[in-house]
């Protein structure tokens, strides 16, 4: 059905760089239209802060572009084509209900993908309807805006709009479509689409695209290669971005190779969940049966996803195989250590612990801080800062630490979120923790080592509140907003979606969402939202 182009001003300043790619990248394809679309939710200050009109958005025709059921002037949208490993099984895949609209280019001169999700069949679509339901749609919309609270590099959540048309799953669903923001939607899988089905010089346009609309700031060491940078800047994104997830207890639940992103970002939110107690086996998703996507396995998960790419990228590594495979081995190796320097940074930093700054992260190491930094583009959190010592030897002795809390915490089934919460606030812990002995004298190793430190407690608790988030979109929360929306009730999504925004506020707002789950929603599952 030929749609038509619609003129209102909402401030969009589309680009179509990615439609400069060769064609085996994509499809043009336009929306199908839907019956009755109507706005659900607008993220008014991201809007803003895009350099669009919030209240043109809300116009009718700017609705009509968010529905797929008009294409915004200036535009010429596509699906894109890509591949990935589904569970450990290679697909050939690609947006099977998501166009591209095009890019937009911010005022701050960001360059966004702007996504319709749920916008209808594609070449891509395989057996699927190409659509999404309303519920799932909201659910990516909050937890993405939390993960942004968070200071995680996320993809962003614009509108959803409902179609007015309801689509079969298990049962019949209302219909939505997301409008998602990205730094780019390339993914592991777009490289493994290149390899598989492209010729060398396909892999490399895409290769040199990635790297111009991604990191063409960084600086190559003399003589490298512009693909091996380019594999160690993701390496180095993603060690930087599962340490966060880990951080704050998220679990993606989904990380296909096709959910992996070469921006840094966090991407897909199917079936992803916040962990309530800590155990490192939890899984929430139904389809994920073997556990291989459960919290304590997505480090080594992110690296099995990181080899793929590499794999994808050999021919670009070196013209000769064998070379080629131990330049990416080679790269791949610093994956560990990336992850564990992030992690162990961090998880100091949930124990008011200053990491010292060491001669080698500001020398060499291919400029691992401003690289990962650079990927984070959401709210910054306070920077664990140096203590002044060039060595850092109390490494072993905290990663001990940290080693022993948890595992408490896992034996006595305590709240991940809540047990750093209530330490930053000074307050005792959970009973089933604080009354054992283990705990007892693990506090008392704590504060000891909070004492050898030069600063003072109160730079300690500043460092904890900056990393312990007193507020995560808790299942039982986000469920509870979701069935109040879809009854038309949309305040208390917007109190979850305002403690959200600020989760280091430790705001009184924010006291009555610190609960955990009730008793009800401790074998709660999430489903893929398809
Ligand atoms: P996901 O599980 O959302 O990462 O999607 C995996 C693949 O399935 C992607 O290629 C999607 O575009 C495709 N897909 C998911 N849901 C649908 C649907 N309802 N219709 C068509 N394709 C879909
Ligand atoms: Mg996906």
């Not at 680009?15 to 706005?39: C, I, K, M, N, W």
């Not at 479509?177 to 730094?183: K, Y």
């Not at 080698?360 to 800062?385: F, H, I, L, M, Y």
């Not at 430790?506 to 398809?530: I, K, L, V, W």
Request: proline content about 5%; hydrophobic content about 40%; glycine content about 8%.
């Amino acid at each position: 059905m030929p749609v038509k182009k619609t003129e209102v001003n909402v401030g969009w300043k589309w680009h179509d760089s990615y439609g400069e790619l060769p064609e085996l990248f994509y499809t043009r394809q336009t929306p199908v239209p839907v019956r009755a679309p109507e706005l659900f939710v607008l993220n008014e200050s991201y809007a803003a802060a895009l350099g669009l009109g919030p209240d043109a958005l809300r116009s009718e025709e700017a609705v009509q572009t968010l529905a797929g059921n008009e294409v915004p002037a200036g535009t010429s949208p596509l699906a894109q084509a890509y591949a990935g490993h589904q569970f450990g099984h290679f697909n050939r895949l690609g947006d099977g209900r998501a166009l591209l609209l095009g890019e937009h280019m911010t005022p701050a001169g960001q360059r966004l993908d702007i996504q319709l999700k749920g916008s209808g069949r594609t070449p891509y679509s395989r057996g699927g309807d190409g659509r999404a339901a309303l519920g799932p749609m909201l659910r990516e919309y909050i937890i993405s805006e939390a993960m942004y609270g968070l200071g995680i590099p996320t993809t962003r959540s614009l509108a959803v709009v409902t179609t007015g048309e309801m689509i079969l799953r298990e049962q019949e669903l209302p219909g939505a479509i997301l409008t998602r923001v990205a730094a780019s939607h390339i993914r592991v899988g777009t490289f493994q689409y290149a390899a598989a089905w492209g010729s060398v010089e396909d892999l490399r346009a895409l290769a040199d695209y990635t790297w111009l609309r991604h990191y063409s700031d960084v600086l190559l060491a003399e003589g490298q290669s512009r693909y091996l940078a380019l594999l160690l800047e993701v390496i180095r994104r993603q060690a930087a971005l599962i340490a966060q997830w880990q951080l704050v207890g998220f679990i993606h639940g989904v990380m296909n190779t096709d959910n992996m992103t070469l921006s840094g970002e966090t991407i897909d939110y199917g079936p992803c969940a916040f962990m309530d107690q800590f155990d490192p086996a939890t899984v929430y998703s139904s389809i994920d049966q073997q556990g291989r996507y459960a919290y304590g396995n997505q480090p080594d998960i992110a690296l099995w996803n990181l080899a793929r790419l590499a794999e994808a990228l050999l021919p670009l590594l070196h013209e000769d195989e064998e070379a080629a495979i131990r330049i990416a081995q080679e790269a791949l190796a610093e994956f560990p250590d990336l992850y564990q320097a992030h992690w162990l940074r961090g998880m100091r930093a949930k124990l008011g612990l200053f990491t010292p700054a060491l001669a080698s992260e500001t020398a060499d190491v291919g400029g691992q801080q401003s690289a990962t930094e650079k990927g984070n583009e959401g709210n910054k959190r306070t920077e664990p800062r140096s203590d002044g010592h060039n060595h850092d030897e109390h490494k072993d002795a905290d990663e001990q630490l940290i080693f022993d809390l948890l595992q408490l915490m896992h034996q006595h089934r305590a709240d991940y979120t809540n047990t750093f919460r209530l330490l930053t606030l000074e307050q005792p812990v959970e009973p089933t923790l604080a009354e054992t002995a283990e705990y007892v004298s693990w506090y008392t190793r704590w504060q000891s080592r909070l004492a050898m430190q030069q600063q003072t407690r109160e730079q300690s608790l500043e460092l904890m509140r900056s990393s312990n988030p007193a507020v995560i979109p808790r299942n039982h929360r986000v469920e509870e907003a979701l069935v109040a929306a879809m009854k038309g009730d949309h305040g208390v999504m917007e109190r979850l979606l305002d403690v959200l925004a600020k989760p280091f506020a430790y705001s009184t707002a924010q006291e009555e969402y610190s609960a955990g789950p009730p008793d009800s929603m401790c074998n709660y599952r999430t489903f893929c939202g398809t």
